[in-house]
């Protein structure tokens, strides 16, 4: 079974307007946490948002925000007022404590945002 | 804060010859550091991780001898592709995990990869 679902391959969004990124997730670990990178075609991972299992609050990061709904096991990415240097592929991962800190990566939306 | 960097970002090889890319946390230390690699349009699949000062864990599947990693310091991990062939060609990208209680300890951060043609 897959640990991290990412459904959308690809998604198209309007310059200026938000757009939800869906991420899905299976573990039996009481302790994880969830994570979301930027890829753009350079290739560099960049770090957006973390969501821990425990915390009570949805992370936000500036544009970023995280939509933790725990007992559906999903942590979609909502970003705001998207902007076209936005259009990158987004990769949803998750930290299992019994895990030894290791990273289990969905397979990627890739979002393009248009004028 | 909590920069990565790699070195070299691309590079050109015969078959045969082996290539060593270096990973470095430039502004944290590093327990452990990760090598994944990555196919285009693909994610990243980790091929082992790799602690300071010990024999680095990999994952099924993915040959130690082939791919040898070295982690010589809390900052320093390196990668050598032992005798290179055209289907090790591949996006190679490495993180690092900050010391507990560095900056963001949950988090790994990246390096930018190094795009690695073998001929």
């Known amino acids: 079974a897959q640990k991290i679902t990412q459904t959308q391959p690809g998604m198209f969004v309007q310059e200026k307007e938000a757009v939800t990124l869906d991420c899905t997730y299976d573990?039996?670990?009481?302790?994880?946490?969830l994570f979301w990178y930027k890829q753009p075609s350079s290739g560099e991972m960049i770090f957006l948002i973390y969501?821990?299992?425990?915390?009570?609050q949805n992370a936000t990061e500036g544009r970023y925000s995280l939509n933790f709904q725990k007992a559906r096991k999903s942590a979609n990415l909502v970003i705001s007022a998207s902007q076209l240097g936005d259009s990158a592929m987004y990769f949803c991962?998750?930290?299992?404590?019994?895990?030894?800190?290791?990273?289990?990566f969905g397979t990627g939306t890739q979002l393009k945002v248009e004028l | 804060g909590a920069v990565v960097s790699q070195h070299p970002s691309r590079v050109i090889c015969k078959s045969g010859t082996s290539v060593k890319i270096e990973c470095r946390s430039l502004?944290?230390?590093?327990?452990?550091m990760f090598w994944y690699r990555q196919f285009p349009k693909k994610s990243l699949m980790l091929m082992a991780t790799?602690?300071?000062?010990?024999?680095?864990?990999?994952e099924q599947g993915v040959e130690k001898d082939k791919f040898l990693i070295n982690h010589a310091s809390l900052t320093l991990s390196t990668l050598t592709v032992t005798s290179a062939h055209p289907e090790d060609s591949s996006f190679y990208i490495c993180?690092?995990?900050?010391?507990?209680?560095?900056?963001?300890?949950?988090?790994?951060?990246f390096g930018p990869g190094t795009r690695l043609l073998v001929l």
């Open positions: 993180s690092a995990l900050p010391l507990a209680g560095g900056p963001g300890e949950e988090t790994q951060y």
């Open positions: 573990t039996s670990d009481p302790s994880y946490g």
């Open positions: 969501q821990g299992s425990y915390d009570q």
């Open positions: 991962a998750m930290r299992e404590v019994g895990g030894g800190n290791k990273l289990t």
């Open positions: 502004d944290f230390q590093a327990t452990t």
């Open positions: 790799s602690n300071e000062g010990s024999k680095a864990t990999y």
